[in-house]
């Protein structure tokens, strides 16, 4: 079986938000266009356990304002839970 070989894809956009300018935000708006939505992406919001920061002998695996960015998430994601 042969694998499909990589590829790029150039676009070209205009100002797509009309706010005058073409920036990284017309560039994410024209990216929508052509992105792939790969499988469960869609539901990775539902998957709590993997964002949960774990404490392994004793050491952070995340500053604190990551550790307390990734709760906020996760509480508005799953409506409230904690």
């Given at each position: 079986m042969t694998e499909p070989?990589?590829?790029?894809?150039?676009?070209?956009?205009r100002d797509r938000d009309g706010d005058g300018?073409?920036?990284w935000q017309d560039a994410?708006?024209?990216?929508?266009?052509?992105?792939?939505n790969r499988l469960g992406?869609?539901?990775?919001?539902?998957?709590?356990?993997?964002?949960?920061?774990f404490?392994?002998?004793s050491q952070a695996t995340n500053p604190f304002l990551a550790t307390l960015d990734n709760v906020k998430r996760i509480?508005?994601?799953?409506?409230?839970?904690q």
């Open positions: 070989l990589p590829y790029a894809t150039v676009i070209v956009t300018r073409v920036d994410a708006i024209a990216m929508r266009e052509i992105m792939v992406a869609d539901e990775q919001h539902l998957r709590v356990v993997p964002h949960i920061p404490n392994f002998a509480a508005l994601a799953t409506d409230g839970l």
